[in-house]
T-cell receptor, first 111, second 115 residues
Framework: TQLLEQSPQFLSIQEGENLTVYCNSS?????LQWYRQEPGEGPVLLVT?????EVKKLKRLTFQFGDARKDSSLHITAAQPGDTGLYLC???????????FGTGTSLTVIP | GAVVSQHPSRVICKSGTSVKIECRSL??????MFWYRQFPKKSLMLMAT?????????EQGVEKDKFLINHASLTLSTLTVTSAHPEDSSFYIC???????????FGDGTRLSIL
């Protein structure tokens, strides 16, 4: 099992604040994906990062893949209540036979 | 875009019943699908990798005889929870991608409640 540890586990912030979620592993990943999940639904893909050092932006969300491809971060600028949800990083195993999820970060944005 | 359909979305049944959950890839072929279990406010825990035309690969600690997986075609995988008990109550989610190294697309999950 290739573990993906996310921090923080829970985050509650006021609307308009900025936040960063971290996804760390001791293993190298060929790619990492970030998903957002709402209660009772399946995860929805936000972004895929492939190249070490890569930075991708999706409106107010900025994703970065570590140079060594062992970690990633998600930064949200000026958080809004609609950003509330469970954020998950995930990636394929070295063999490609498994697809593992991080431990998850539950974000609540208070209006 | 790619779509994965999971059925049923909700099951409530008595202890001892076997329950089958279907996962279909609607517009692409998936030689591999993944089955996950999720507890409230927790992340997805990989249960098994479903391989078309061959046996599923189960993660450590997952009972093969309890969670039967069949992947008979390139667009359909099924998970059968056999002789379900209350402790099997959970949210089960499947995923599929065109390859395992590509982003996965998820079904909407099945909420299983065993009374």
């Amino acid at each position: 099992t290739q573990l993906l540890e996310q921090s923080p586990q829970f985050l509650s912030i006021q609307e308009g604040e900025n936040l960063t979620v971290y996804c760390n592993s001791s293993s190298v990943f060929s790619s990492l994906q970030w998903y957002r999940q709402e209660p009772g639904e399946g995860p929805v893909l936000l972004v895929t990062v492939v190249t070490g050092g890569e930075v991708k932006k999706l409106k107010r969300l900025t994703f970065q893949f570590g140079d060594a491809r062992k970690d990633s971060s998600l930064h949200i600028t000026a958080a809004q209540p609609g950003d509330t949800g469970l954020y998950l990083c995930a990636g394929p195993s070295n063999t490609g036979n498994q697809f593992y999820f991080g431990t998850g970060t539950s974000l609540t944005v208070i209006p | 875009g790619a779509v994965v359909s999971q059925h049923p979305s909700r099951v409530i049944c008595k202890s001892g019943t076997s329950v089958k959950i279907e996962c279909r890839s609607l517009d692409f072929q998936a030689t591999t699908m993944f089955w996950y279990r999720q507890f409230p406010k927790k992340s997805l825990m990989l249960m098994a990798t479903s391989n078309e035309g061959s046996k599923a690969t189960y993660e450590q600690g997952v009972e093969k005889d309890k969670f039967l997986i069949n992947h008979a075609s390139l667009t359909l995988s099924t998970l059968t929870v056999t002789s379900a008990h209350p402790e099997d109550s959970s949210f089960y989610i499947c995923s599929a991608g065109q390859t395992t190294n590509q982003p996965q697309h998820f079904g909407d999950g099945t909420r299983l409640s065993i009374l």
